[in-house]
């Protein structure tokens, strides 16, 4: 018993592949060893591979083909026309500034006359490009993207979200997770802000107003002309395109009519030069043709109305003749009514002569202070 109790308890036999406890237990240190060793190297990969992570993205940063497209010709290009870009749409912005050239009224333009002329006569390219390209995709996206229903299904949705959180919040934890992300203060628009928006809008109110009145009125007949066309080609389309069908083709005219121009400007104002002399030689043989069709026709009314004349004043001496003849007048009463052949046309020299000089008269100072004279009774 003593020797039992001083030997040491045998364990039972874990390893099926010994045959003895002894060599069980003499192993026994080298397996929690060698267990300890293999689990260390299994859990070495999980616990190294953000590691890895890091050396590789670093690699695939340091690569060749990646430093090429960072630094390469092509990234170069795409920051400077993104540079370019961004400093088009700054002077776009700058140029909104009132112009020194007055309506024929005497009235002075709005900056919006600025704003429009350096867009649309593409001085700064990109900038014109990108919102000729913006109005497209706006015009094509209320064309065939239902916005209006998205906008009101992202509402509910949105709605629908903040209520149910709140309610969920509320009764599991007795506070709403919409209130907890309410901010401290509402947002409110300045004054500031408001009164420059609301002068930024009457601006461009009254440009749309000005140019009207300045079409209307003809101050540039040829503008005016242009209008007309515009308007009677628009009444005729109307019947057969669509809305969004005219909204894109009357954008794209008035963004590349202007590019147009530009670009042939000395071909097209030497044309316009030519039709314009060949419109001024027209109007003045019309105005030649005029003149002479009205000297004509002048000169013929003239001889007309003196040869009525002429048949009036015999017509009057022969009734004078035959009353005279026949004794229903005397020929000294006869004389005295002006006509016949013998009197002709009136001249110059049968009136008389105005006076060249101021006849002297009564001083009008000492008629107004004298007393006016008694009059007899006849």
């Known amino acids: 018993m003593a020797e039992q109790a001083g030997q040491p308890t045998p364990y039972p036999e874990l390893n099926p592949d010994s045959t003895t406890n002894a060599d069980s237990s ?5 397996t929690m060893a060698e267990t300890a060793k293999n ?7 999980h616990l190294t591979r953000p590691t890895d992570a890091q050396s590789t993205m670093n690699s695939i940063q340091n690569s060749q083909t990646v430093q090429n497209l960072r630094d390469g010709p092509a990234a170069e290009k795409a920051r400077q026309e993104a540079a370019q870009t961004k400093s088009e749409f700054g002077n776009l912005a700058s140029s909104r500034q009132t112009p020194s050239t007055q309506t024929a009224t005497g009235q002075n333009l709005t900056h919006y006359h600025s704003f429009f002329y350096n867009l649309l006569s593409w001085e700064n390219p990109r900038a014109t490009a990108i919102s000729y390209a913006s109005i ?6 209320t064309r065939y993207v239902p916005l209006i229903k998205y906008g009101l299904k992202l509402s509910w949705m949105v709605l629908g979200v903040m209520a149910a959180a709140e309610i969920a919040g509320k009764t599991v934890m007795d506070q709403g997770f919409s209130s907890k992300l309410r901010p401290r203060k509402y947002y409110t628009i300045p004054r500031e802000t408001l009164e420059s928006m609301m002068e930024d809008a009457t601006e461009l109110m009254n440009f749309f107003v000005i140019e009207f009145q300045r079409i209307l009125f003809a101050e540039n007949v040829y503008v005016t002309v242009a ?7 628009t009444y005729l389309l109307i019947k057969v395109t669509p809305p969004w069908g005219l909204a894109l083709l009357f954008t794209t005219v008035i963004y590349f009519a202007p590019l147009v121009y530009i670009s042939n400007k000395e071909i097209i104002d030497e044309h316009m030069n030519n039709a314009g002399q060949i419109i001024n030689q027209q109007t003045q043989q019309v105005r030649d043709l005029a003149s002479q069709h009205t000297s004509k026709a002048m000169e013929a009314s003239n001889s007309v109305i003196k ?13 004078k003749q035959m009353a005279v003849e026949k ?8 004389d005295k009514v002006p006509g016949g ?11 008389p002569e105005a006076p060249k000089t101021e006849p002297a008269g009564p001083d009008t100072h000492a008629a107004e202070h004298a007393s006016p004279e008694a009059v007899p009774a006849q």
Do not use: M
Request: net charge positive.
């Open 26 to 30: 003499g192993s026994g240190g080298n």
């Open 39 to 45: 689990s260390k190297q299994h859990l070495q990969p």
């Open 136 to 141: 497209v995709t706006f015009i094509f996206a």
């Open 227 to 233: 209008a007309f066309l515009t308007s009677l080609l």
């Open 307 to 319: 040869q009525y004349g002429a048949r009036a004043q015999e017509a009057l001496g022969s009734a």
């Open 327 to 334: 004794g229903a007048v005397k020929q000294e009463t006869a």
């Open 341 to 351: 052949k013998s009197e002709g046309a009136v001249k110059g020299d049968s009136f």
